[in-house]
């Protein structure tokens, strides 16, 4: 079986200049922690349409503010760390900072769960994300059933859990945001 990328790399310590001379010429995003690369392969079919189904409603509910809805083809540059990363989907309003290769200072992420990347978004990723100043809301979607965990950052800088099941849920984000479960999860199959 051949070598993958991620593998000819494994162990490696790699440059950021050479981290993004390698996307460009292999065409083929990776995340980029710590001087190593983590391919980003392929998800399920629910993945992919929960991915889009929450774009377009952050970019409907957001149409008349001054914010930038980004799905998982931008790349976001954690400043304090120097790591890069992929998200599902992120928000971008005031404080956010956009350049040609990658973005800075979300005020929201949204990660679509995978079995093998729950524990990872869960601890280590969510703990990078927890660095970004900017950050107020971090929202996990789960694939297997209508369930978000919603996150968000107190005045103190400590992070309140909520827990939205089912498909008639809202999911508040802030005074002026409400997300439908039922728009998020719409024609996914639970069966697959």
Known sequence: ?????????????????EYFELEEELNQK???VGGEIFDMTG???????ICKNTSTSLDIALKN???TVFNSEV???IDKLKNYFYPDAMVLCEEG???????Q???MIIEVLSPSTEDYDHGKKFAFYRLIDSLQTYIMLHQDKPLAEV?????????????????????????ELSLAMSDLYRQVNFDL
């Not at 079986?1 to 200049?17: F, G, H, R």
């Not at 900072?97 to 973005?103: D, G, P, R, W």
């Open 30 to 32: 990776f995340e980029y």
């Open 97 to 103: 900072k956009i350049s040609k290769k990658y973005v």
């Open 75 to 77: 790349k976001l540059s």
């Open 151 to 175: 996150y968000q950052r107190n005045s103190d800088n400590s992070w309140l859990l909520k827990e939205y099941l089912g498909l008639e849920m809202m999911l508040p984000i802030n005074d």
């Open 1 to 17: 079986m051949p070598a993958t990328v991620e593998d000819l790399y494994k162990n490696k310590k790699m440059s950021i200049q």
């Open 43 to 49: 998800g399920t079919v629910n993945h992919g349409l």
């Open 65 to 67: 503010k001054p914010c």
């Open 105 to 107: 200072h979300p005020c």
